[in-house]
């Protein structure tokens, strides 16, 4: 191959190299934390791919890390699905951080087959910019097949998973492990595309999530019930 055909080919949006960053060809979501954007090839949450946020724990801030870029979204027009959360998404605390609840859809439990299947339509929808996803359980093979239904429907993709999931293969595009460190969370990136993540990223998040409960105390991190927040 001519040098300069190396070179041209070295230099297309679609190849990384396994010491640098990738520089993907594929638009990115800005996540709202500029410390978090520089670890993330193309400087954001990916899309058209799924992002895996595991974790041992709800409460550590796994909504919370979210909300910057899904108040951008909705702010634009832009479609955002929660297949399966774990509670009823608390309206008011939402609006507060900004994000447009006209612009929401939630798709409760049924069956493992059925939660799938809504999640992969949702992804493949091409109108929703963000599918956010509480997979009861979830297998290589199936997990692939929402990875394509992201990239065909152009959605940033979100499956919160547990952290014991680390340990089995994906075919996410990142993953990352959340873990509460005091007031911060800790964020330690084990698959990117492009050189491997070194250093684990503490954020500090917004408590815009947090509301008094009925008898004005802050509901516990995992609680939830009417005039309550779940506080994630």
Do not use: C
């Amino acid at each position: 191959m001519a040098a300069s055909s190396l070179e041209t080919l070295l230099q297309h949006p679609a190849l990384w190299r396994g010491d640098d960053l990738a520089r993907v060809a594929q638009p990115s979501l800005a996540t709202g934390f500029a410390a978090l954007d520089r670890a993330l090839p193309g400087g954001g949450w990916p899309v058209g791919a799924l992002t895996e946020l595991l974790h041992e724990r709800e409460g550590v801030g796994e909504l919370r890390l979210l909300a910057p870029a899904l108040a951008r979204l909705t702010r634009e027009g832009r479609w955002v699905a929660w297949v399966t959360p774990p509670h009823l998404p608390y309206a008011p605390a939402l609006a507060a951080a900004g994000i447009q609840l006209s612009r929401l859809l939630v798709i409760g439990k049924t069956t493992l087959r059925d939660n799938l299947w809504a999640a992969e339509q949702a992804l493949r929808a091409g109108s929703m910019g963000a599918v956010l996803f509480w997979p009861s359980d979830i297998d290589s093979r199936a997990a692939r097949r929402l990875q394509l239904a992201a990239e065909a429907g152009g959605a940033a993709g979100f499956l919160y998973r547990p952290l014991r999931a680390a340990e089995q293969a994906s075919p996410a595009a990142l993953r990352i492990v959340l873990e509460a460190q005091g007031d911060e969370l800790s964020l330690r990136l084990l698959k990117r595309r492009g050189a491997p993540a070194t250093a684990a990223i503490r954020l500090r998040l917004a408590k815009s999530l947090v509301f008094p409960g009925r008898e004005g105390r802050r509901p516990a991190a995992s609680s939830f019930s009417p005039g309550q927040a779940w506080h994630a």
